[in-house]
């Protein structure tokens, strides 16, 4: 499948990776938005919050459950904005579900995560 962040998790693309376990990795986004913005992402290839099956909140609810750590991880030491960009409208740019972590700093409002 020709989809960057599965080459990502699979080592084939580098990054900066700051958290990895059996389910998810997480990473530096290559074009940061805050001081700390960093990407978490499913090792199972889903394509959006639209393409989420019901047997995935096990991978959904592990990725909210460690996202406090991998902002920490990060360098969000003090708060931090969550945020999935789903589809055209939202300017998702890479097809394989997920999260910004953005923070390091106060964020104004209208940083999104998206390049567009
Ligand atoms: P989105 O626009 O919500 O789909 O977010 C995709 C994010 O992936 C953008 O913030 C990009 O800066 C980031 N990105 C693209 N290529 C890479 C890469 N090779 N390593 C790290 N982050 C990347």
Same mark, same amino acid.
């Given at each position: 499948?020709? &989809?960057? #962040? &599965?080459?990502?998790?699979?080592?084939?693309?580098?990054?900066?990776?700051?958290?990895?376990?059996?389910?998810?990795?997480?990473?530096?986004?290559?074009?940061?938005?805050a001081k700390?913005?960093?990407?978490?992402?499913?090792?199972?290839?889903?394509?959006?919050?639209?393409? +989420?099956?019901?047997?995935?909140?096990?991978?959904?609810? *592990?990725?909210?459950?460690?996202?406090?750590?991998?902002?920490?991880?990060?360098? &969000?030491?003090d708060g931090?904005r969550?945020?999935?960009?789903?589809? *055209?409208?939202?300017?998702?740019?890479?097809?394989? +579900? *997920? #999260?910004?972590?953005l923070g390091g700093e106060k964020l104004p409002l209208?940083i999104?995560?998206?390049?567009?």
């Amino acid at each position: 499948m020709d &989809c960057l #962040f &599965c080459k990502i998790i699979g080592g084939e693309v580098p990054s900066n990776k700051i958290y990895e376990d059996d389910m998810i990795f997480a990473f530096r986004d290559i074009a940061p938005e805050a001081k700390c913005h960093v990407l978490v992402v499913p090792k199972k290839h889903i394509g959006s919050i639209d393409e +989420l099956k019901s047997e995935d909140g096990e991978i959904v609810a *592990h990725i909210f459950s460690k996202i406090p750590e991998i902002a920490r991880l990060g360098g &969000c030491t003090d708060g931090y904005r969550v945020i999935s960009n789903c589809g *055209h409208d939202a300017g998702q740019s890479v097809k394989h +579900l *997920h #999260f910004h972590v953005l923070g390091g700093e106060k964020l104004p409002l209208h940083i999104n995560g998206s390049m567009e």
